[in-house]
């Protein structure tokens, strides 16, 4: 099976990527084939209609999507809700190709705030595309992370979120 692995946020000196990374990196040690795709070192354009010639960060970004099985989702809280980059995002897959794929999320935020909120928000964005969203997502703030580095406890959720999707879809495509 395949993977992707979102950093949602468009920002050169994001926080988020650094669990995302982790996780990346965490995935990769078990062997699966896995690609990350980082919003702050990605030029995603903005969705501009169907049709338009888009660069080729952009279409190789929404291929990655909708050919992996598997999705992980890492987002930053920007005014209560995700992302607005990763809503971008989304605008190039086709829903159409997604239906049974499998995904985790992970959300950080400054502080311990509007959690609840973005995951709702996110895991309806994911229905909509008819993706099977593992009801246990990371929450982290900022202090979870110190000198660039996801402190120990943090590592151990986040492995356990994405162990924890990968065999939510192993058991969804044994049916």
Not at 101 to 115: D, P, Q, R, T, Y
Request: glycine share 6%; hydrophobic share 45%; proline share 2%.
């Amino acid at each position: 099976m395949k993977v992707v692995v979102i950093s949602a946020s468009p920002r050169v000196n994001s926080v988020t990527q650094i669990p995302m990374k982790f996780v990346y990196e965490h995935i990769l040690s078990t062997n699966m084939e896995v690609e990350l795709i980082n919003l702050a070192e990605h030029n995603i354009e903005c969705f501009r209609g169907f049709g338009v010639q888009y660069n080729e960060d952009t279409l190789r970004a929404a291929k990655l999507i909708t050919d992996a099985d598997i999705w992980i989702v890492g987002t930053p809280i920007y005014n209560s809700f995700f992302s607005g980059a990763l809503k971008n995002l989304f605008e190039y897959v086709n829903y159409k190709s997604t239906a049974g794929k499998v995904a985790g999320i992970a959300i950080l935020a400054s502080g311990n705030i509007g959690f609840t909120d973005v995951q709702t928000l996110l895991t309806q964005l994911l229905n909509y595309f008819q993706v099977i969203t593992n009801p246990k997502a990371v929450y982290m703030t900022t202090k979870d992370i110190v000198n660039g580095v996801v402190d120990e406890t943090t590592q151990d959720r986040l492995k356990q979120m994405v162990d924890d999707t990968l065999l939510l879809a192993h058991k969804v495509r044994e049916t």
